[in-house]
């Protein structure tokens, strides 16, 4: 399996659905779905980038673990949560932007993206932190928040261990 459209009606996306889909390069979602489960893209590592439709909200534990071509993905404004280890081992993502209705990240969730420089943080609220959500990343990572709040960010719960990191959107 290299590419796939999937038809729109379809809501979800179960556990396992792409698992070790290694030769998966493109796939084109419906705008129809709402969520990702667990382990949905675990090791599709030839797939490059990704577009989620807008009204996708949570993306499931693992879902795109060690997905290691994966440069680019778009989270739609509506997503509130990522899973754990949901991007764990995609080294060859460069950046990744939080959208505003996030309110958590799971644990390891960006762990050993040994690419990721920039994440892009945009909740008011600092999101809930799993542990080592951003632990084995590229030497120069930083973590980038509106102004009004990179204090709150810099002394939140799990995210004061990378206050050094946190600076001020330009």
């Known amino acids: 399996l290299t590419s796939i459209t999937l038809p729109e009606g379809v809501t979800s996306l179960g556990h396992n659905c792409f698992y070790y889909c ?3 390069t493109s796939i084109t979602l419906p705008e129809s779905l709402i969520s990702l489960g ?4 675990y090791y599709c590592s030839s797939l490059t980038s990704i577009t989620l439709p ?9 879902c795109f673990e060690s997905c290691s071509s994966l440069t680019s993905i778009t989270l739609p404004e509506g997503v509130t949560s990522l899973g754990h280890m949901c991007f764990f081992g995609c ?14 990240l799971g644990g390891m969730c960006f762990y050993m993206c040994s690419s990721l420089t920039l994440a892009t943080v945009l ?3 600092p999101p809930s932190l799993g542990t080592w959500a951003f632990e084995g990343l590229h030497s120069s990572f930083n973590i980038k928040v509106r102004s009004p709040y990179v204090n709150a960010y ?3 719960t799990n995210w004061v261990t990378h206050a050094s990191k946190i600076y001020p959107l330009s």
Do not use: Q
Not at 92 to 99: D, E, G, W
């Open 123 to 125: 909740p008011a609220v």
């Open 38 to 41: 667990e382990w949905g893209f």
């Open 154 to 156: 810099k002394t939140a």
């Open 91 to 104: 080294t060859s993502l460069t950046s990744i932007t939080i959208p505003e209705n996030v309110v958590s």
């Open 22 to 24: 290694t030769s998966l």
């Open 54 to 62: 807008e009204g996708v909200t949570s993306l499931g534990n693992n």
